[in-house]
Every structure is written in C-alpha cells, then in structure tokens.
C-alpha cells in the first residue's frame, strides 16, 4: 500500500486478557517503530527495529509488553495481562532507512481495557 | 537526555493572520527536528524537518519553521492561516545516534473564520 497500515483500527479487551497489534509498513522500508499515545499527550517510543531485530527497546514500559518482526517486514505488538492503564492509541512509523530519514506514521490502533 | 517543550497548549489565530507554534528543545548532541500534525481520530501527517543546513526550513501546506540554535528552539510557522489548519501539532526532535522521536505534548491550533 501507499502509507503504513495498521489493524485493527480500534479493539475492546478486558483486563488481563492478551492482545495483538499489526503493522504493516511502507514497501521497502527497513525501519520499523512503535509509539504509544495517551490521552492529551505525545507519542511515547516504545521499541525500533532495523530489519528483523530489535534494535533499541528502551521503551517497552514492562515485559508484558513484546514486539516481533520476523521478516522484516510486518510487525507486531504483544501485550500480555492487559491493564486499564495500557489503554491508549498505539501508532506504528516506518521509514527507509537509519539515519536522516522522516519517520511516516500510521492510522494507529486504539486500545481500550475495560 | 532529549526532551521538547511546547508552551502553549493552544493557538488562536484569525485566518488570513500569521501564525507562529512555539517548539524549544533539549540534546546532547547535534539534533534532528521535526513538526508532525494530527488531525482528529487520524495518524501523525509530516509537514517539514531539520537535519543541517539553512536555518529555515519549508515544508508542506505552506508551513515553515525556523532553527536557532543559540535559543535551542524550532518554532513553526505560516504567514497565512487557513480554517483548515486548525488541528493538533507535535515537535518532535531526535538525538544524533539515537532512532527514537521525543515528541512535545502538542499544540491545538484554532483559526476562526
């Protein structure tokens, strides 16, 4: 596709249950990050991977939370045991490469944890 | 470690008017800045960035944005408000060596009609 792509769009869990995000990002983009975006503030890195390996994982809050990319494509994001607190949007961006290049974002998937 | 500042939690402005979106920032080292927009219930949209070079930067829709480094600032700017400019803005900078974004906490820009 065009831009970064994202699913589901929205999901409803309750606590304590496990979920997955997808991310499908821009064709022949080696960079892939995960930011979470809470209500009425910024995104928050979460993780950054250059290929198949996560690069820099600094901002997992926790290990409850895990993301994989196994061909370098797709990812996606796991959340173990979910709490209330871990209800927010969680946006995915690709871009071409390291370096200088622009971060492009996608739709998000907003996550509610009842 | 990196941090942005957004002072100003909303901009009113006149359209028509000039408008100006206040970012000031902190690195280590030499930084990599960039202003995002989010319009509601969508993704961040990238309007311009600064990497090296001239102090002033032009990006998309008619938007600019100045570097000054003695202020440690990277203010966004338009000399001409549109309705339809009226949404959220981010800051966000990165440091040289690192990937992630550090964002700002976001500026609600209104033009009235």
Do not use: M
């Not at chain 1, 249950?17 to 960079?31: F, M, N, Q, W």
């Amino acid at each position: 596709g065009a831009g970064v792509s994202q699913t589901p769009s929205n999901k409803v869990t309750e606590k304590g249950k496990y979920v997955e995000l997808r991310c499908d990002p821009i064709s022949g983009h080696t960079a892939l990050y995960w930011y979470r975006q809470s209500l009425g503030q910024g995104p928050e890195f979460l993780i950054y991977f250059q290929g198949t390996g996560a690069a820099d994982d600094s901002g997992l809050p926790n290990d409850r939370f895990f993301a994989v990319r196994p061909e370098g494509s797709v990812s996606t994001l796991k959340i173990q045991r979910t709490e209330r607190g871990d209800s927010a949007v969680y946006l995915c961006a690709s871009s071409k490469d390291r370096g200088q290049e622009t971060q492009y974002f996608g739709p998000g998937t907003r996550l509610l944890v009842l | 470690a990196q941090s942005v500042a957004q002072p100003e939690d909303q901009v009113n402005v006149a359209e028509g008017n000039p408008l100006t979106v206040k970012c000031t920032y902190s690195v280590s080292g030499n930084p990599y800045l960039f202003w995002y927009v989010q319009y509601p219930n969508r993704g961040l949209q990238f309007l311009l960035k600064y990497i090296t070079g001239d102090n002033l930067v032009k990006g998309s829709y008619g938007f600019e944005a100045e570097f000054n480094k003695s202020q440690t600032s990277f203010h966004l700017k338009k000399p001409s408000a549109l309705v339809s400019d009226s949404a959220l803005y981010f800051c966000a900078v990165r440091d040289w060596g690192f990937q992630k974004l550090v964002f700002g906490t976001g500026t609600r820009l209104l033009v009235s009609p």
